[in-house]
């Protein structure tokens, strides 16, 4: 008998919006967070197809999601540019479960609690596809780049460190 996944918010929105994609699962230690490379390592796919999705503030009530490769760092000035503020930083980890819904190494650019602006690496437009979170830790899913700024109403943009 066929594993039954499990559905996140995240999945349920793709899968109404009848979107193509495919889950891939993991084991961690404890159901801990783990860093973005060793989830590529996990579900067998290459490090730069695995996107991490940040969450940033430009003050009280200014949020963002940004996606980028997970190998790669977030380059808070071009960030900040992107989105017409003077500066943006990470929001702390024990905001992101109130704010998002989603924890550390579970959250997903797509059904979230509420619908912050999102941008994806600019250089993920010309990919095939791309991995993100579920929406929770141990399952990812990979679907095309323009479906996940569909379904997020993403925009693509120049945001990580050279």
Known sequence: ?????VKTNAIRLIEQQKIAHEIFEYTTEDGAAVDGVTVAEKIGQPVAYVYKTLIATAGKGNYFVFVIPVAAELNLKAAAKVVGEKKVELIAVK????????????????GMKKLFPTYI????????????????????MKLAPQDLAKASRAKFASIVAE
Not at 121 to 140: F, N, P, R
């Open 1 to 5: 008998m066929a594993k039954k996944h």
């Open 95 to 110: 905001e992101l479960l109130g704010l998002t819904g989603y924890v550390r190494g579970g959250c997903s650019p797509v």
């Open 121 to 140: 690496e600019q250089a993920a437009e010309t990919l095939d596809y791309l991995i993100v979170s579920a929406g929770k830790i141990g399952m990812q």
